[in-house]
C-alpha cells in the first residue's frame, strides 16, 4: 500500500473512531432512556440538539466519504481489515476519556488485533 493510499484508510479509520467517541459523550450527556413511543420526541429534541452528537454523524459522513475515496485505490480485502485499527484507538481513548476498563484480556484482543492487521497490511 503506497502512503497516499494508507493516509486515506487511516484517516476514513480516525475519523470512524472520533465519530464512535463523539456518540459516546452525547450519549452520555443524554443518559440511558427508555426506547418506546412516547420518547421518540423528546429524547430526539435532546439528540438532535446534542453538540457531541452532531459532530458524531458529521464525522461519519466524512469518513464515509474519505473510505470511498480511498476504496478507489485500495482493494477491500486489505482496506477492509485496517478497520480494526478503530478498535485500538478506541480502547485507549475510551480508557482516558471515560474511565472505562481495559482489562489484560481486552489489551490481549488488541494484541492480536494489531498483529492481524500488520500480517494484512504486508501482504
Sequence with gaps: MKALEF???LTGVLLNAVAQLLLKAGARHVGAFEFSFANVMPVGAKLITNWPIIGGLGCYVV????WILALSRV???IAYPMLSIGYVVNAGLAWWLFGEAVTPMRMIGIAIICIGVFIVARS
Design 7 to 9: 493516509a486515506l484508510v
Design 63 to 66: 469518513s464515509v466519504l474519505v
Design 75 to 77: 482493494d477491500v480485502s
